[in-house]
């Protein structure tokens, strides 16, 4: 941590003891069986940090801190919407002009009338990366060469998903990033890095900890995988292909974790098989293992697996002529693939949506004025995703506060691939973050809901 964000963590904190005791409790325990692995989260409220907290390993020899930088996949599209909301408020950008008014090789391919709003919506029909030839004739992986990406991404087809009328957006996986990143760039005339340093984290003061492209004397700080805490060697290693997390049977002791939570029987009440055991007391829930929700049972309150359009989903994710990236990878950090590659730390997340939390002013600035605010808080579209298996709420960048037990319906935020989120909820002035190392997806794991349902509970007892 530098004095600069030192001084700024520290001189707006007041820990509240209370969420601060059950916050940590709660994420030691929900490292499960995936020691060492763990994360750290941090909160804020009225743009104060309220409470911080971390478990386990990020490396080896590193221990998990609210500082930590961290890979966190889709989380950063958050973070490069709120950029452009800071240029619409200064009047660099406007949500309803023509992209190709900004960046003319855009407009190529019918895109000529694709506005911002339609981007940041996920109503484009610009979410297909299959849609786009990403071979590199200089035989490195065409994803991590931005020029090459922005290139191929002005002149890709509109491509509507499968199925396209049962459905009311296309969450755009990987080529919004390039869209946004790319018009960032056009107005400002500057790099992405430069534009997110000048426009959003030098104002908030975590301009050392959040990035897209991490700088090469950071890279060694990020937390990696658990299986990955070897040492890195000083010799430029080759590229190792990175596999998807492997599916594994929830433990006992997992089950029973699970079961001691405090959003359980929430849980429970949401789920047909509580229905189906009205009769049962609270003790026998807990001892029978038979009537223990598991992690797939919980995950599916949030995300209906079984609305998942896999061809959509693939045609999202996996690019064409393209072998599995390795995200983790250090040539691959240090490249800007913003709709998947942000790097953070939880402070850092937590405070850009403290900011948000507040209406865009922090510490008596105003980064994004009321207007822009109104805009960027309203849902834009309901209604069953076309990729993510669930009505997303889209705003202009985020996607709803997603809870089962508790009203938020006023917060938004973005989650990454591997679970990671962040997110606020102007109603209550509050901002949370959560970042991990876990070899996990958003779509097999709870920790995220566990700790957002929790926090939104406790906040409410004690309002």
Sequence with gaps: M??????????????????????????????????????????????????????????ADLAWQPDTLALNFSTGKGVLATLVHVLVSQQLLDYDAAIATYWPDFGAKGKADITLRMVMSHRADLFSINSIDTHNTAGSDALRDWQLMLQKV???????????????SAYSALVYGWVLGGVIEAVTKMSLAQALRQYLTEPLSIADSCYFGV?????????????????????????????????????????????????????????????????????????????LLDTAQINRLYFDSSQLNLRNYKAALIPNNEQPIDYYNEQTLQAVIPAANGVASAQALATIYAMLANGGVWQGK??????????????????QDAVMPADMQWRLGYHKLLSVCTDAGTGFGHMGYNGSVAWCDPARQLSFAFIHNFDITMLNDVRQFALTESLLALIDQLA
């Design 2 to 59: 530098t004095a600069n964000t030192r001084e700024s963590a520290t001189s707006h904190t007041s820990i509240n003891s209370d969420i601060q005791e059950r916050m940590q409790q709660l994420l030691t325990e929900l490292q499960l069986d995936d020691t060492p692995a763990g994360g750290a989260l941090v909160v804020y409220q009225a743009g104060v940090c309220i409470a911080q907290a971390a478990a386990g390993m990020a490396q």
């Design 154 to 168: 002005a002149v890709m087809p509109i491509t509507p998903p499968e199925d396209a009328h049962s459905y009311d």
């Design 215 to 291: 700088p090469s004397a950071k890279v060694a700080d990020v937390a990696r995988l658990a299986k990955n805490f070897a040492p890195t060697s000083s010799v430029a290693q080759p590229s190792r292909r990175r596999r998807k997390p492997v599916l594994k049977v929830d433990s006992q002791q997992t089950l029973e974790t699970y079961a001691h939570l405090p959003t359980y029987q929430c849980w429970m009440q949401h789920t047909d098989h509580n229905c189906a055991n009205s009769e049962q007391t609270e003790a026998s829930v807990h001892n029978d293992s038979q009537t």
């Design 366 to 383: 105003t980064l994004i004025d009321a207007a822009t605010f109104e805009q960027l808080s309203t849902v834009q579209v309901t209604g």
